[in-house]
């Protein structure tokens, strides 16, 4: 009897204390976190919970460098986290081969492709490092490759000086296709050949190509000048201006050797020759020079009278 009072007590409402709050009791969702998080803190879950707070952390520092608009610097500040745990993991960049560079250093390429003793051979972009040299107007070409686990190899291939390019009172040294390489060069590469103009970069190897098919006109050339983007004037060295037609330069060019091989064309005391009449040469003579020859000239007979 006294057991059964007993079981009865117990199944009845429990006595609450004035003054207690109750609490609902946890659900079923709550219940299956909490063993979770248990399991997670017992290994091997422990550093997966590790990670999964790291990630945590990582998204809402995302999520807030989007929104505040400083996405580029939380990048960087990413990519050096990141760079700093390749090199905790022996992925560090202990040596760079550079080949194939004889005008631009080391140092420079280095600097242009972003490169220094921060950065991780791992997260280190191949191709990003490739477009970023060829950023450079004296690069014509790269290679890059990773070999692992800390080795760097980059080999360029440099654009070389090919003529000098006077636009705006200005000169500036051109690679074969017409790419700028330096500006304002003054004196330098003297020996380099001259072109004169708007848009004669580009146009400039096949003209000295055309020239150097005549050696005797070649060498006697100072500049070329490119007229309204489509012809080209000879300036030679004794300040005789030869003017080429826009078809055919060739056929003209050839006509001034013969000419001067047989007439000493080009030794001449004159200002112009004008080549650009098929089948026809003109040439005109300095100021000073038609100023001369009138007063050579003798006066007809009455011609005061």
């Known amino acids: 009897m006294e057991f059964r009072e007993r079981v009865v007590r117990s199944a009845g409402p429990r006595h609450t204390p004035p003054g207690t709050i109750e609490y609902a009791p946890p659900s079923r969702f709550t ?4 063993r979770a998080f248990v399991r997670m803190a017992k290994p091997p879950f422990r550093r997966m919970g590790l990670y999964l707070l790291i990630g945590l952390f990582v998204g809402t520092g995302a999520y807030g460098a989007v929104r505040g608009g400083h996405t580029d610097a939380w990048i960087a500040a990413a990519h050096e986290a990141g760079d700093a745990l390749a090199r905790g993991f022996g992925f560090g960049i202990v040596q760079v081969e550079v080949n194939g560079n004889r005008y631009l250093s080391r140092e420079e390429l280095l600097a242009r492709a972003g490169i220094t003793e921060q950065t991780s051979l791992l997260l280190l972009h191949a191709e990003g490092v490739r477009a970023a040299l060829k950023e450079d107007p004296r690069v014509a070409d790269a290679t890059v490759r990773k070999l692992y686990p800390d080795r760097l190899e980059i080999a360029i291939e440099e654009r070389e000086g090919f003529a000098r390019w006077q636009r705006a009172g200005k000169l500036h040294l051109i690679a074969r296709d017409g790419t700028v390489l330096e500006s304002d060069i003054q004196s330098r590469h003297i020996d380099l050949p001259l072109v004169v103009g708007v848009g004669a970069a580009p146009k ?3 003209f000295l190509d055309l020239i150097a098919r005549f050696p005797a006109v070649r060498d006697e050339v100072r500049a ?3 007229v309204a983007e489509r012809r080209w004037n000879l300036r030679l060295k004794n300040g005789i201006d030869v003017r080429l037609p826009e078809e055919d330069p060739a056929l003209a060019l050839e006509r001034l050797a013969q000419l ?3 007439k000493q064309l080009m030794s001449r005391d004159l200002a112009v020759i004008d ?3 098929p089948d026809q040469v003109s040439v005109g003579v300095s100021d000073e020079v038609a100023a001369a020859l009138k007063q050579k000239t003798p006066k007809r007979r009455g011609a005061d009278s």
């Open 31 to 34: 219940l299956f976190l909490r």
């Open 204 to 206: 400039a190897a096949a």
């Open 224 to 226: 070329g000048v490119l």
């Open 260 to 262: 001067d091989e047989s």
């Open 275 to 277: 080549l650009r009449v």
